[in-house]
């Protein structure tokens, strides 16, 4: 991926230096811009999962597309004690009874669009799922220490350019969430996420590499595309109400707890 | 076209769009706070003052959004701190987002109309354009839906017939933000509502925020709907 990487680069370095040399005054004001330190590609704009297995997150589409992750025993215990209580009718999670947020890698997953905003020293992306704002800080800060480190839904992303790449490293999840490939997300978890576009920017590449010895035997490594959404494209907001009764009703069985 | 040429010509065509520099546009791009004075909001003319049970049920309609974590939607958002402002630098989108738990407002600043109220779902920030006006964003939004908190600044609430015109501009050097409201409804207001808020500039280093809120919390919900103190 390097080398092709490299050799992309090398092509569009050398075919700005002849068009620049064949244009005269005005193409070097294009190749100054082109060559500029810093120059990023522009990743902003609504980006949609529509994969060629289909779109969505049921019926197993994930599984299709991203290699199961290799669990540790204590992990694997968990999940199958988990799975039995389902068996028995126990409903186990109540997030969408709650309307609560939804844990990041979500909205990455989901079939809804998101908008992604950038500028020299931010990426935002903006979820029509209920949940926060993901903010990635590219202006060279660090993570905060662990003592000072507030565990949110997205957790705290800084990131950085690697040629045409970027990089971004995530610590500092509140935990409880899931990965594709069945992977979990814990207060611990590291993420790093490479995001690249593609085809001619028509669309984006991410790759998810999560890490975690109490949960991943290995790092889980996944890639998912994403298509840039038509211009005009605008943001939907997905409500979603705790007091509405059919809100309720639709996932928990008569008789439980809550 | 000579072929020496086609070649590096299709393949800067092909590239993937870079970032261009920054528009020549103010950038309000950062995290900024309300303080203590930051804020200046006159009543509001109303067509009628609110009947008593009109304004019981409109507060309950918002305590009720605070009890079971709906959306908040604008103009509740803008009213904490830190807000942030993601001015995308190809100048076709702005993004203002809260700490509390409402979605990003999108401000499309590519030209386009508001979307058709024939095919637009309302939502609790509604739809947004905006365009310059010298150093001045001026943005404009209709579209509102009964989302979450609807009281404005100063009295009267947001409707579906709600027009919200904003005016954002820098003042002291980039050090303030200025944000003059105007709202407009004629099943509201007797005349045009207008308030300011003038936001600082939060420090370097400031950090987006999650004021994340469970509806599941027993005791949170026991001390939202009780009576104080008791």
Known sequence: MNQRFSSASVKRGAGAALLALALGASGSVLLAQSAAPGKVPDLSGFWERRDDVGGGNFGGILEKIVPKASLTPEVVKANQETAARQAQGEVVAFGSKWCLSNLYPFFMQHSAAWDLFQTQTEIMQAAEVHTFPRHIYLDGRKHPSPARLVPTVNGHSIGHWEGDTLVVDTVGFVGGGGTPGGGRVGKNTHLTERFKLIDGGKKLSVVSTWEDPSIYLKPHTYELQYYKSDPGTYAFEETCHADDPKQSGSVVAPGQKY | ?230
């Open chain 2, 1 to 230: 076209m000579n072929k020496p040429l086609l070649f590096p010509l299709l393949t800067l065509l092909v590239c993937p769009a870079f970032l261009p520099a920054q528009s020549k546009h103010p950038d309000l791009s950062g995290y900024w706070e309300l303080r203590f004075d930051s804020r200046n909001v006159p009543p509001a003319s109303l067509i009628a003052p609110a009947t008593p049970a009109a304004r019981a049920a409109q507060v309950k309609h918002d305590a009720d959004a605070i009890r079971w974590c709906h959306f908040f939607g604008v103009p509740y958002m803008m009213a904490w701190s830190p807000v942030e402002i993601v001015q995308n630098t190809n100048g076709k989108e702005i993004a203002i987002t809260s700490p509390v738990r409402t979605p990003a407002r999108h401000i499309y600043t590519d030209g386009r109309p508001h979307v058709s109220p024939e095919t637009f779902d309302p939502t609790s920030a509604g739809n947004s354009i905006g365009h310059w006006e010298g150093d001045t964003l001026v943005v404009d939004t209709i579209g509102f839906s009964d989302e979450g908190i609807l009281a404005i600044p100063g009295g009267g609430s947001r409707t579906a017939t709600s027009h919200l015109m904003e005016r954002f501009r820098l003042l002291n050097g980039g050090q303030r933000l200025s944000v003059v409201f105007t709202w407009e409804d004629p099943k509201m207001y007797a005349k045009p509502h207008t308030y300011e808020f003038r936001y600082y500039r939060a420090p370097p280093g400031t950090e987006a925020r999650e004021f994340d809120c469970n509806a599941s919390d027993a005791e949170r919900a026991k001390f939202l709907t009780s009576v104080p103190g008791k």
